[in-house]
């Protein structure tokens, strides 16, 4: 199945995108697809920050198993005000 | 009134919105760039959201500002984009029938606001830029409760 991947800010900076999809098999979780995107992008492997999570735009825990077509991003900790 | 905007935030819009004739109160939180931070001499800010759904967890704010107190209108504005010093980065309006609902419920929506909402600032300063909130070593020790909606 097929997601959407959102990087914001120092990921996306890390990552050299913001916006990309990704193939993934059947019951993936948001974890297994952080682990795919840390192989596929080396300036994510050493990112060492509590993220927070979340799947067409409502936050979700780790192990939420993913849809197909699922928006996910992944979101270094926030800094607005 | 919940959205971003690329461009300087009226105060007196915000003011416009959430006047009421039924409010005796009018409390108004205004976030400015300063211009220095643990030491670094800051030249401007640059913010990012997720665009979004960083209206929708703004919006969630104010729902549950109205639901702690009797507030009458609320409004919260946040800059995004180069914001030079000294200019306003966020601004939130809140209107009650009595200034201690008003005070309250500014306060809680500042202080949720940078704790959850999805919108990151890195400072641009004499010698480098930084994204605020991913420093080395730093973490994130408090996030919210994942929402089942």
């Known amino acids: 199945m097929k997601v959407r991947v959102k990087l914001f800010a120092m990921l996306r900076e890390r990552a050299g995108t913001a916006d990309t999809f990704h193939d993934v098999p059947e019951g993936s979780t948001v974890k297994d697809l952080w682990d795919d995107l840390r192989r596929a992008h080396g300036g994510l492997a050493g990112v ?34 | 009134m919940y959205r ?50 960083a209206e929708q967890e703004i919006a969630k704010l104010g729902e549950e500002a109205a639901e702690k107190w009797e507030i009458t209108r609320m409004a919260i504005v946040h800059r995004i984009g180069n914001v030079p010093i000294g200019e306003a980065s966020v601004i939130i309006a809140v209107s009650a029938p009595h200034r201690d609902d008003a005070f309250k419920a500014c306060r809680y929506a500042i202080d949720e606001l940078k704790k959850r909402v999805p919108i990151w600032k890195k400072e641009i300063y004499r010698g480098g830029e930084i994204w605020i909130g991913s420093q080395t070593g730093e973490r994130f020790t408090t996030p919210p409760t994942p929402s089942s909606g």
């Open chain 2, 4 to 53: 971003l905007t690329d461009q300087p935030i009226e105060l007196n819009e915000l003011l416009a919105f959430v006047g009421d004739p039924a409010a005796g109160a009018v409390s108004t939180f205004i976030g400015t760039t300063r211009d220095n931070n643990e030491g670094r001499s800051i030249i401007s800010l640059d913010y990012e959201a997720y665009p979004g759904m």
């Open chain 1, 48 to 81: 060492d920050l509590r993220l927070l999570y979340a799947v067409n735009s409502e936050y979700v825990a780790l192990d939420h198993r993913l849809a197909d077509g699922d928006e996910v991003a992944f979101i270094p900790p926030v800094s607005g005000g």
